[in-house]
């Protein structure tokens, strides 16, 4: 059973750097086949895709208000995908969630396109 779980919560200032990392744990399984998302939802809205890998070679696709301060990149030998954040922003406050699913082909960011979720990290950006 494939498992997803992210690691870096924080709390950190505006303007700050923060990394999150999603790993995937499970049975034997490779990560080369799979497209990966980040999402998050702050307190009174809905989950939004935030970034996402559009294809297996690595295309990219951001929301407007990240572009240029977040990154989205894998590593198929950890098994693992990351999102940069730079300059971070108080409206940047939310859960943040990692998604993957296996495919070939476009990726997508919308959410019923993924199977698998984590459970959420809190990133909380405060002075």
């Known amino acids: 059973q494939v498992q997803l779980q992210e690691s870096g919560p924080g709390l950190v200032k505006p303007s700050q750097t923060l990394s999150l990392t999603c790993t995937v744990s499970?049975?034997?399984?490779?990560?080369?086949?799979?497209?990966w998302a980040w999402f998050r939802q702050a307190p009174g809205k809905e989950r939004e895709a935030i970034s996402c890998?559009?294809?297996?070679?690595?295309?990219?696709d951001y929301i407007d208000s990240v572009k240029g301060r977040f990154t989205i990149s894998r590593d198929d030998n950890k098994k693992a995908a990351y999102l940069q954040m730079t300059n971070l922003k108080p409206e940047d406050t939310a859960v943040y969630y990692c998604?993957?699913?296996?495919?070939?082909?476009?990726?997508?960011?919308?959410?019923?396109?993924?199977?698998?979720w984590g459970q959420g990290t809190q990133v909380t950006v405060s002075s």
């Open positions: 499970g049975a034997s399984i490779t990560t080369n086949y799979m497209f």
């Open positions: 890998i559009t294809t297996i070679t690595g295309g990219t």
């Open positions: 998604a993957a699913v296996y495919g070939d082909g476009q990726g997508s960011c919308t959410m019923t396109f993924y199977g698998y």
